[in-house]
């Protein structure tokens, strides 16, 4: 498909896949990376030759990290509360009627980890890393980043996850419940294409009802990521905030102050 500048579009064999392509910025995304995957998703949920969806990064290094903090001043650089349309974005992921698998091939932090937790499934690569940034950088994902993640590992390891900000092999995101698989770099490709051949050969309707009553139980979390969202557009404004993506795009530690003011 040609009408895509930052991403790659490919469907083949009952299978879409949708590549983040932007690996000079580690698939991180802006404003029109996020309107294109959403007609993507689109594109393919809708498709009636279309039985499963993959979502993975250009290149070796990262499956996505999340937003361009080069596009982040403030606000970023597309629409919605805070310049990116993240809440629908990840509202596609979860309301398309066919499995989408996450290929994850490298780093996966920031709003890349919540990606791979909107995904019905996740294989990674050995070389995967799994993550959130928002507090080092003044941001936070305060809906489906927080509450489902918690869901997936636990509440008291998504605390660990987003209060101290460390990063995880793909083997520790296996045993937590991030990933369904781990393979080898080599592998990774091969076993996305045995999943999704899995997929395929099953009812394509039984699928999609089951996955619209696993998402119904935590349906509610939209909810909580509409107010959170709204609360994050007025951080950004501030300049603890300001200071995080200074701090970041100098190369620094940030220096924020233990009052929040």
């Known amino acids: 498909m040609c009408d895509f500048t930052d991403l790659l579009y490919e469907a083949s064999e009952g299978i879409a896949c949708i590549t983040i392509n932007r690996p000079e910025k580690y698939n991180a995304f802006r404003g029109r990376t996020c309107e294109e995957l959403i007609t993507a998703f689109y594109r393919a949920g809708w498709d009636r030759s279309v039985g499963v969806i993959v979502l993975t990064g250009a290149g070796d290094k990262a499956f996505c990290t999340g937003g361009d903090q080069s596009a982040h001043d403030g606000g970023y650089d597309g629409r919605g509360l805070i310049g990116l349309p993240v809440e629908e974005l990840q509202t596609v992921i979860r309301d398309?009627?066919?499995?989408?698998?996450?290929?994850?091939?490298?780093?996966?932090?920031?709003?890349?980890?919540v990606l791979v937790t909107c995904c019905d499934l996740a294989i990674a690569s050995e070389t995967a890393q799994f993550g959130q940034v928002g507090p080092k950088v003044g941001s936070v994902d305060p809906g489906f980043g927080t509450a489902l993640i918690a869901r997936t590992v636990g509440e008291k390891k998504a605390r660990e996850i987003w209060y101290l900000c460390r990063r995880y092999k793909a083997q520790e995101a296996l045993e937590m419940g991030l990933v369904n698989r781990v393979v080898p770099a080599a592998e990774l490709d091969a076993e996305v294409a045995r999943w999704c051949g899995e997929i395929l050969a099953?009812?394509?309707?039984a699928i999609a009802i089951a996955k619209r009553s696993f998402n119904a139980d935590?349906?509610?979390?939209?909810?909580?990521?509409?107010?959170?969202?709204?609360?994050?557009?007025?951080f950004y404004e501030t300049a603890e905030s300001k200071e995080g993506v200074a701090a970041f795009?100098?190369?620094?530690?940030?220096?924020?102050?233990?009052?929040?003011d």
């Open 96 to 113: 398309v009627p066919k499995p989408v698998i996450a290929r994850v091939n490298g780093y996966a932090v920031g709003g890349g980890n």
């Open 202 to 205: 099953m009812s394509p309707t």
């Open 218 to 234: 935590s349906e509610s979390i939209r909810g909580i990521s509409a107010l959170g969202m709204q609360t994050l557009a007025l």
């Open 249 to 260: 795009m100098q190369k620094r530690k940030p220096r924020f102050g233990s009052t929040g």
